[in-house]
């Protein structure tokens, strides 16, 4: 667990999901929370929030399984509420992956952004993680892969 400037990144209770979507609204809806909510608890994804002054307000997911490189873990569904962004939130919640990933005897985390998601390459280049080849067509989206060591 990690605690930063009343930043709190654990793993959610399922009655937080609904406010956790208030939160990320519009951008991300409570079918798409409740869908990474399921893939969690089969073991698909590890599924983690953020919490800043008792307030759900961030969220990103992890999976050892679909698509991983090897020796690599995973980031997905990075998403904050438009109006916690820019205070740290992010980063907090890209350290404990970072975090998982060195205790779990891994040497890299990749993940996928969008081409035109210039404030996400914007974060995860200032974290060191860097561009593998070209885009690539992931989920119908032109998306970068990214990686960073470890």
């Not at 997905?76 to 998982?100: C, N, Q, W």
């Amino acid at each position: 667990m990690l605690c930063s400037l009343n930043i709190i990144i654990r793993c959610p209770d399922e009655d937080e999901i609904a406010n956790l979507a208030a939160n990320l609204s519009p951008e991300v809806m409570i079918d798409q929370l409740n869908q990474r909510w399921k893939e969690h608890l089969k073991g698909f994804r590890n599924m983690l929030i953020a919490e800043l002054d008792g307030e759900v307000v961030g969220t990103v997911s992890t999976t050892s399984l679909l698509y991983q490189l090897p020796n690599s873990l995973r980031l997905l569904a990075l998403d904050l509420g438009p109006k916690f962004r820019r205070r740290g939130i992010g980063t907090a919640l890209m350290e404990e992956v970072e975090h998982r990933a060195r205790r779990e005897g891994l040497q890299s985390v990749n993940l996928e952004v969008g081409v035109d998601n210039d404030a996400g390459i914007r974060l995860y280049e200032q974290r060191g993680y860097e561009r593998v080849g070209n885009p690539r067509w992931v989920v119908g989206d032109l998306a970068w892969i990214m990686i960073k060591a470890v």
